[in-house]
């Protein structure tokens, strides 16, 4: 029912002398029928050219996006978010960056939700108090907040051709993050990670990480 592509595949090149070096964000698209959802966009120092490039590769304009989610507000993951003129912008109240996007359409998120994409323009976040059933997700997708790279940090869940993908964010910043089992750096509360990590494990088939192309586990 739904059908995920890859936008762009993210980079990171850290070093311990220098610190990040090189990094773009992974950007998704989501797809319904009835709506398209993106999560997280572009690096701004990028011209932007490539990315919006990479949406013509796929028969799209960003023009075409109705909703784009953040799976959180570091400045990376949402530069070049002029080029989603008909968007609605999604980020969790905990991240509290709102003036970024003032006088933009958005919904603020303040809790768990699950997100109808058949629901069209008129799709809004029910917040849920429990897990639901991932495999029963159909044509929403579930938004967790789970805080530790940032207080207001998300992981998204969708059904995709029979498989739970999760996108999560820098709770895995590549492949290498999830073998190694180590959360990233330079985060707001490292600890509470770890819990997050072992959601996505215990319930994914795939998992996009923030920085790098998607992997099976």
Do not use: C
Not at 37 to 50: F, K, M, S, Y
Not at 68 to 78: E, G, I, K, Q, S
Not at 85 to 91: D, G, V
Not at 117 to 146: F, K, W
């Amino acid at each position: 029912m739904l059908k995920f592509s890859l936008i762009q595949p993210g980079r990171i090149d850290i070093t311990p002398e220098e610190g990040v070096k090189d990094s773009r964000p992974t950007s998704s698209l989501i797809e319904h029928p009835k709506n398209r959802l993106v999560i997280d966009t572009e690096h701004p120092r990028e011209d932007g050219h490539e990315y919006a490039a990479a949406f013509q590769r796929l028969g799209l304009s960003p023009a075409d996006v109705s909703l784009v989610l953040f799976t959180h507000l570091h400045p990376d993951h949402f530069g070049h978010k002029q080029l989603f003129s008909n968007a609605t912008f999604l980020y969790h109240q905990d991240d509290r960056f709102g003036f970024y996007f003032k006088n933009d359409p958005r919904m603020v998120l303040e809790g768990n939700a699950l997100l109808d994409l058949a629901a069209g323009t008129r799709a809004r976040p029910e917040y849920i108090s429990g897990d639901p059933d991932l495999q029963a997700l159909g044509s929403r997708v579930y938004i967790r907040n789970a805080p530790g790279h940032t207080p207001g940090s998300l992981m998204i869940f969708a059904r995709v051709e029979g498989l739970v993908h999760a996108w999560v964010g820098d709770i895995f910043l590549n492949q290498s993050y999830y073998d190694d089992w180590s959360p990233p750096g330079s985060s707001w509360d490292p600890e509470r990670i770890y819990e997050h990590m072992e959601y996505a494990r215990a319930r994914a088939d795939v998992i996009i990480p923030s920085h790098g192309l998607p992997f099976k586990i």
